[in-house]
């Protein structure tokens, strides 16, 4: 491969303004200021601490989920007993509204990254307050809707012919919503063991395509980081 296609660079790294991005789909993905403070008013506080499971795939809930300080893995486990990461929850996003609305199971497993703080509202409390307050339900269909967009983008990456493309579509993917500026690019927070998972690769498959990345000088691998050089 002596050059990276251009379907494969994608845009995100051209003239990129990583801190309007990050900004941008952090208030998109998360809920508006007066909804979040509606539901501190009715919710109840927990404290997680990193590793614990705050929700396991196919357990019947009866509460809504607000993050309000730290990080939650959300992933669920292949039939081969492998871990496939789907994304990070931040803080302002809310879970567990299909499962609340539907009277379902909650769909994947929900661990706790770092100690964080979850906000806990019970149905009976959200659908009162969906009643009184229309612009709470409108922002929560809004949150719904957003999460339907990040399933298939999901999606769509994992069915890319090649691990190469998957691999960077990943990194593209993260770049959105769990990334900070640097000198010369982009820092997503992401381990390489995170992303094998995400690519549904092995480690050692997914290191050597990094390893491929920087050698043509699109990224920069670090501790539990990589970075996407702006070029």
Do not use: C
Request: net charge positive; charged share 20%; aromatic share 4%.
């Amino acid at each position: 491969m002596n050059s990276v296609p251009p379907a494969l660079r994608g845009s995100h790294l051209k003239n990129i303004d990583v801190m309007a991005l990050s900004q941008s789909w952090a208030e998109n993905s998360a809920l508006s200021p007066s909804t979040t403070e509606a539901l501190l008013k009715v919710g109840v506080m927990r404290q997680w601490q990193t590793g614990q499971v705050v929700l396991s795939r196919g357990q019947s809930i009866s509460v809504a989920l607000l993050l309000v300080k730290g990080r939650m893995r959300v992933s669920v486990t292949t039939l081969d007993g492998e871990e496939q990461l789907l994304r990070w929850m931040l803080p302002g996003e809310i879970s567990g509204l299909s499962s609340v609305f539907a009277d379902t199971t909650y769909p994947a497993d929900l661990v706790a990254a770092v100690p964080s703080e979850v906000l806990q509202i019970e149905r009976v409390k959200l659908l009162e307050l969906i009643g009184q307050d229309a612009s709470v339900a409108v922002d929560l269909l809004r949150i719904l809707g957003l999460r339907i967009n990040q399933l298939f983008d999901t999606l769509a990456d994992q069915v890319m012919p090649t691990l190469e493309k998957r691999v960077w579509a990943t990194l593209e993917r993260i770049a959105k919503f769990n990334s900070v500026q640097v000198p010369g690019g982009v820092q997503l927070r992401v381990s390489q063991a995170d992303l094998a998972q995400a690519v549904m690769a092995s480690r050692q498959r997914v290191n050597q395509q990094l390893r491929r990345f920087q050698d043509k000088g699109l990224i920069r691998l670090g501790y539990r980081n990589i970075v996407l050089l702006r070029t």
